[in-house]
């Protein structure tokens, strides 16, 4: 970490940037906002520094998860108010432990308001070592991304826990949602219970960049792999004896490029996008073995987003028929042509929620109370927040200082972190 003079000079650019008191304009009545949201910046700080050094990746989150349940009892969260579900027990991938789950009782009457983030990273972050330089905090090892995706958020609600606590501050019956394997396909979300949550009327999910954005409404994504079985001979001697599964992938993918499937896609009957995320054989081998063998097998994965549910489906079906399609131009000496088995399943469903949900305006009302009039997004990525307003909590998320995700040029931004602190226990104390 920097000297205390370094330091200083973050924070009073983060005070200058979001306790400044202003006046604005809202449904036609003049607001004059509140400063007084304020935290411990420092230890919001060592608290996100420490997070970040815990590794995590997807699906290992027992240790992170160990991490936050201290940090919360040391800033006087009740232990028996924290539990860990069993979500993990119905994700069909290992994982080590369940959703975190942290119920704080109201000190003033209202309806239950949940605030949700992920504990994992992408593996890339396995090994980072942050360290805080100027205004960001970047991995110091080489190779390796930082993790500000999610720990930023997970920093951002512990940091909420202990402020509310030291300052006694008002606030509604609250949950405190931190998921597993997100970055593998929401999976922690997908399974968690309401009544574990206590049921709460809406939600705030910290994941991204900037606070002063609201994300509303997220893309659907479906997943799907193929499985092409060829026969293999000798390439030099008996060629058209083999069945080339790589030849059959290959027409596969041409035909959808062709088609334009792949990518951005704009057709009559909707948009969205999709890729091809790996080409190979068994257990993350190539496909094939040598270059005089007719290569007999290959495993394709790909996934297929849209904003329309519908549309998701028939860009994954333009998929599995040019498959189809390709099975049959390539074949032996005895006509006979490979084994296609095309699976696909859903990974969250697309959601847009009214710009005039009681959410959002409780969203925007806070914001503005924070010192900024926020703007609203709609997002091309998948978010836990797909999954919650499946279940039927209505959540917008907003971010904290992520930047450069899942590549080695990540970084956090201190101010937008303390922005997303901020922003947070705004949420948590404004009477709508």
Known sequence: MRGRTELERVLSDAEKRNHKAVTTMLAGEELMLETDLSFNEEQALSRLLRFLAVEGITGEEKAIGQTVVRDLVESGVPRNSIDFDKANELIPLPTETGNLIVKLPGTRPGP???????????????????????HRIVSNAEGTALGGDNRTGVAVLATLAATLLDRKLPHPPLTLLFTVREESGLWGARHV???????????????????????????????????????????????????????????????????KWFGKIKKAEGEGTSNVGSFGGLDGQSAGDATNVVCDYVHITGESRSHDAKFVKVITKAYREAFT????????????????????????????????????????????????????????????????????????????????????????????????????????????
């Open 112 to 134: 239950r308001l949940l605030f949700m983030t992920h504990l994992d990273t992408v593996p890339l972050c396995a090994g980072a070592e942050p360290v805080q330089k100027g």
């Open 193 to 259: 219970n309401l009544a574990d949550l206590g049921n709460p009327t809406m939600g705030f999910n910290v994941d991204g960049g900037s606070a002063t954005e609201l994300t509303i409404g997220a893309v659907g994504a479906e997943r799907w792999e193929v499985e092409i079985f060829g026969r293999a001979s000798h390439a030099g001697v008996h060629p058209e004896e083999g069945i080339s599964a790589s030849m059959v992938g290959a027409l596969a993918l041409a035909e959808i490029h062709k088609k």
């Open 325 to 432: 399609k390709a099975r049959d131009l390539v074949s032996d000496h005895k006509k006979r042509t490979a084994k296609v088995e095309f699976r696909s399943r859903l990974d969250y469903y697309p959601f847009r929620l009214k710009e005039k949900a009681p959410v959002i305006r409780h969203a925007q009302q806070a914001a503005q109370r924070a010192g900024w009039v926020p703007t609203l997004r709609i997002s091309n990525g998948g978010l836990d927040a797909n999954w919650l307003v499946r279940h039927g909590v209505p959540t917008i998320t907003f971010g904290a200082g992520q930047h450069n995700i899942h590549t080695t040029e990540e970084y956090v931004d201190l101010a937008e972190f303390f922005q997303g602190c901020r922003l947070a226990l705004a949420l948590a104390t404004f009477v709508t």
